[in-house]
């Protein structure tokens, strides 16, 4: 965020001027207009924050690992999750060996079109049926964590095939 808020930061300046010297309206323009590119770039960035990486919605397990909507895996092809360790992606040649905490989704070998799909790396990864998240950008990762998403997943299946078996 650091460089939409810069850019922020010159805009107000373009727009209300320094020292009490008032800018030209053509300069106060050109501020105007980065004041609000940077703030709706604020904003998104913001808002990607506070998006979870997963969630469960009516039957399907959602995963936020790009831009936009969410995958929306059905629940049934979801094996387990368990904690892992890859590399942080981190920008930087110091950073080029940091390693961060993983959260590794296991998809069933029988859910075909489910094997692979483009992520962003920076987030994570999906392929041969695995879906890895990277801690890196998400809350802190750990066994307990895990444990309960593996809890979650047993409660939320159990509950879906208890509604197929009354609609059968």
């Not at 009516?58 to 892992?84: K, Q, T």
């Not at 998809?107 to 692979?116: L, N, P």
């Not at 307990?144 to 047993?154: F, I, K």
């Amino acid at each position: 965020m650091i460089l939409p808020v810069a850019i922020a930061i010159l805009g107000l300046v373009l727009v209300t001027g320094i020292g009490g010297n008032t800018p030209p309206l053509w300069l106060r323009a050109i501020g105007g207009v980065l004041l609000a590119i940077a703030l709706l770039a604020v904003a998104a960035l913001a808002s990607q924050l506070r998006q979870p990486r997963l969630a469960y919605q009516s039957g399907e397990l959602l995963i936020w690992l790009r831009g936009g909507a969410p995958f929306r895996v059905p629940i049934e092809v979801v094996e387990c999750f368990w904690l892992g360790q890859g590399a942080s992606m981190l920008p930087g040649k110091r950073h080029e060996n940091t390693e961060a905490a993983t959260i590794v989704i296991r998809i069933s070998d029988k859910a075909a079109e489910w094997r692979h799909r483009e992520v962003k790396p920076q987030l994570g990864m999906w392929c041969e049926g695995y879906v890895t998240i990277r801690g890196t950008w998400c809350e802190p990762l750990s066994i307990d964590l895990v444990n309960r998403l593996n809890l979650r997943l047993a409660e939320v299946t159990q509950l879906h095939k208890s509604a197929e078996n009354q609609v059968s």
